[in-house]
């Protein structure tokens, strides 16, 4: 049995519903000893699909915070040079 194949194209919400359904029978102990291996098998499937999927949401997510701090420090930078010293205020006959 091909156990890419079964979880080939599914969403991660699709393989944990499937993935509690082969639970549930494993233990129930209605399947034969045949049936069993077989759900066994798409269940670790399911379960590398699961985790194939997570890593994969980690990922983008990590890019995102990157692609934030980095918009963060490009503001603070040009925040600090936007700031005028105060030395510039009493030099030209602001405050101080």
């Known amino acids: 049995m091909d156990k890419d194949r ?3 194209g599914i969403t991660y919400e699709q393989a944990v519903a499937r993935l509690e359904e082969v639970i ?3 233990e129930a102990g209605e399947p034969t000893l045949d049936e069993s ?3 066994f098998e798409e269940g670790i499937g399911l379960v590398r699909s699961c985790h ?3 890593d994969a949401y980690e990922a983008k997510v990590q890019m995102l915070i990157d692609t934030l701090e980095g918009i963060q420090v490009e ?3 040009v925040a600090e040079e936007m700031i005028v010293p105060e030395a510039l205020f009493c030099a030209e006959g602001g405050k101080g």
């Open 52 to 54: 194939r999927q997570l």
């Open 37 to 39: 291996l077989q759900l």
């Open 6 to 8: 079964i979880t080939t």
């Open 75 to 77: 503001d603070t930078q």
């Open 24 to 26: 549930r029978q494993l």
